[in-house]
């Protein structure tokens, strides 16, 4: 297929290349030059402007920073410009409502679209085992499904529009939740004498086993190797954590429901990031509760 690939940022890059090596020709925009070098690097076709990037595409994706830029760039250059009958994909993480209207904007159009957030970080997008969560009609689901399954492991309809961000803001809730949780239990055990091996022995075949413990621990040299193993490089960005608890709490106000660990995590995130911390790792937030 021939495909407009906007927004070729640390995730967006490594997608739009495995695109190519799936065997698609991808049209590339960003505004960065150095980004649009890369993909060009990777086989893509480069373009100066997003709009002249859809000319005559059969499917758009988009993986931009935040919604009112998805906003901007499907209203001022996507919409309209690219072809009738082009299937429409953001996979960035922004707002339900945002993404909610604008694919009710793009359906408006004649689009068939879907938002397709993504779990997984950088080495899943560049090694193309990202997982999937989509919203959207069944049709534009299984429009939407080969090309997602060229630049990931697992493609999962979460429901209508709106509801794979739903899916990837109530997922990092929740883990931003168990890994404070999991955090907090290990500093304690430490300073009530026990050695953080034997916790983790004792607890991961425990009922307080979670994934933040067994795939993710927190500790130096404890469980599988994380980045506490690297001084809390790499992996998952405290700022990018901050970004979908204060998602999650938007949409927890849209709804009404009631979320006080969560408000509570998106607090002490807060205080971690405004302390300098906006590129560490989220599980170095341990090293606040020693
Ligand atoms: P990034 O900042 O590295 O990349 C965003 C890219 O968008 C940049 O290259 C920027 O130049 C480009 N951009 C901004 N405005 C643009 C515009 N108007 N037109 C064209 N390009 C524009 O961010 P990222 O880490 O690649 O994240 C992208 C999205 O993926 C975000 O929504 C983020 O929340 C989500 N996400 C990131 C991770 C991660 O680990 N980095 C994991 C899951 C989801």
């Known amino acids: 297929m021939k495909i407009a690939f906007i927004g070729l940022g640390n995730m967006g890059g490594g997608m739009a290349a495995n695109l190519v090596k799936a065997g698609h020709a991808v049209n590339a925009f960003d505004l960065s030059?150095?980004?649009?070098?890369?993909?060009?690097?990777?086989?893509?076709?480069?373009?100066?402007?997003?709009?002249?990037?859809?000319?005559?595409?059969?499917?758009?994706?988009?993986?931009?920073?935040?919604?009112?830029?998805v906003q901007?760039?499907?209203?001022?250059?996507?919409?309209?410009?690219?072809?009738?009958?082009?299937i429409l994909l953001d996979c960035s993480t922004i707002d339900v409502a945002t993404a909610r209207a604008v694919i009710a904007a793009a359906e408006g159009a004649g689009y068939d679209m879907v938002d397709a957030p993504v779990s997984g970080g950088i080495a899943a997008a560049n090694g193309g085992t990202l997982t999937f969560m989509v919203g959207g009609s069944g049709e534009a689901f299984e429009r939407a499904k080969p090309i997602l399954e060229g630049m990931g492991k697992a493609v999962i309809h979460a429901g209508a529009a709106g509801n794979g961000q739903a899916a990837?803001?109530?997922?990092?809730?929740?883990?931003?939740?168990?890994m404070i949780g999991t955090c907090e239990a290990f500093a304690m055990a430490q300073k009530l004498g026990l050695d953080p091996q034997t916790f983790y022995d004792i607890s991961s075949v425990s009922s307080g086993q979670c994934w933040s413990m067994t795939s993710y621990c927190p500790v130096p040299g404890v469980g599988p190797t994380t980045p506490a193993d690297n001084g809390y490089q790499g992996g998952f960005a405290a700022g990018l954590m901050l970004k979908d608890l204060r998602l999650a709490m938007d949409?927890?106000?849209d709804v009404n429901a009631a979320v006080p660990l969560a408000q509570r995590a998106r607090a002490l995130y807060e205080d971690y990031v405004g302390a300098g911390n906006?590129?560490?790792?989220?599980?170095g937030i341990i090293r606040t509760l020693k």
């Open 278 to 283: 906006a590129e560490v790792d989220f599980s």
């Open 251 to 253: 949409a927890a106000e």
């Open 168 to 178: 990837k803001i109530c997922n990092n809730m929740l883990l931003g939740i168990h």
């Open 33 to 69: 030059e150095a980004a649009l070098d890369a993909a060009k690097e990777h086989g893509c076709a480069t373009f100066t402007d997003a709009a002249a990037a859809c000319d005559g595409v059969e499917a758009v994706v988009t993986m931009l920073p935040n919604g009112q830029i």
């Open 72 to 86: 901007s760039v499907y209203e001022g250059s996507v919409i309209g410009r690219a072809p009738e009958g082009a």
